[in-house]
């Protein structure tokens, strides 16, 4: 028994989590998350409402396919001049949670999908340490087409291609949004002032809210990859999302 508590302890150091996780049952199919941590159980939070679900499944699956239909070969903006593909983003169109990152990759563009180089590795693992599978969740971008060189996207760039996004976010209605990285948290909770000015450091770690649905900022796993030592911090942040959703379910 020891040995195999060591071995899971070691197991989480590797990945750079000092914590372990929460036990946390299929979140699709069940009506109650069951917390392991005696140390969270004990935490009174206040229950947030729902957001409203406009839409049953099969109405969810029409809204993202008129949605794609509408983008189209979308040449909106001038990222369409150098895109090998439009990533739109993948996952479960009745997602409780939709993670939200930047904008595509050298990978993402090439394969025309969210998230799948070495970033999209870690995120991965991110969601099956949550106890979920990426088709769980739901995984998108504030911008569709890759900038060049990775450059940030521009103030005009995400003017055209968020409203994009704001459908996709209403046509799923996930009851959390994890916007990764400072880009997406400051687009998403429309910061005032300078980008170079706002921190995700500071944001992170506390719900916000996007157009009435909670958004737990949290570090980019771009940025994770570079400072791992701040794993841990993604991993607390991680852990106070399925705390609210099993409150949801309370
Ligand atoms: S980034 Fe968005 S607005 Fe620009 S071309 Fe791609 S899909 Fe269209």
């Known amino acids: 028994m020891q040995d195999s508590v060591k071995c899971v302890l070691e197991f989480y150091r ?37 957001p409203v679900t406009r839409y049953s499944l099969p109405d969810k699956e029409d809204a993202l396919r008129a949605l794609r239909e509408d983008i189209g070969d979308c040449r909106r903006c001038k990222l369409s001049k150098g895109r090998t593909h439009l990533v739109f983003g993948e996952g479960d169109a009745n997602a409780r949670i939709m993670f939200i990152g930047e904008a595509p990759g050298r990978e993402e563009d090439v394969q025309g999908r969210p998230f799948v180089g070495d970033a999209g590795r ?12 990426r088709t769980d969740v ?37 009851q959390i949004i994890v916007s990764l990285g400072k880009i997406s948290t400051y687009t998403l909770l429309g910061i005032k ?47 106070a999302v399925l705390k609210k959703l099993s409150n949801n379910y309370k």
């Not at 049952?25 to 941590?37: E, M, P, T, Y």
């Not at 159980?41 to 229950?47: C, I, L, S, V």
């Not at 504030?142 to 976010?169: G, S, V, Y």
Request: hydrophobic share 35%; charged share 30%.
């Open 14 to 50: 590797e990945l750079g989590f000092e914590s372990l996780p929460l036990n946390y049952s299929n979140i699709k199919g069940s009506n109650k998350l069951r917390v392991a941590s005696n140390e969270l159980k004990d935490e009174k939070e206040p229950e947030d409402p729902s």
């Open 122 to 133: 870690l995120l991965t693992k991110l969601i099956e340490k949550m106890g979920l599978k």
């Open 138 to 174: 739901y995984i998108a971008n504030i911008i569709k087409c890759r900038p060049p060189m990775n450059r940030d996207p521009l103030d005009d760039e995400m003017a055209t291609c968020f409203p994009f996004l704001d459908r996709q976010i209403e046509a799923i209605a996930p």
């Open 193 to 239: 002032g300078p980008l170079s000015s706002f921190s995700i450091s500071r944001t992170r770690g506390k719900f916000h809210e996007y157009k009435g649905i909670p958004v737990m900022p949290t570090f980019h796993p771009a940025y994770l990859l570079r400072n791992p030592k701040d794993k841990w911090l993604t991993w607390d942040d991680a852990q």
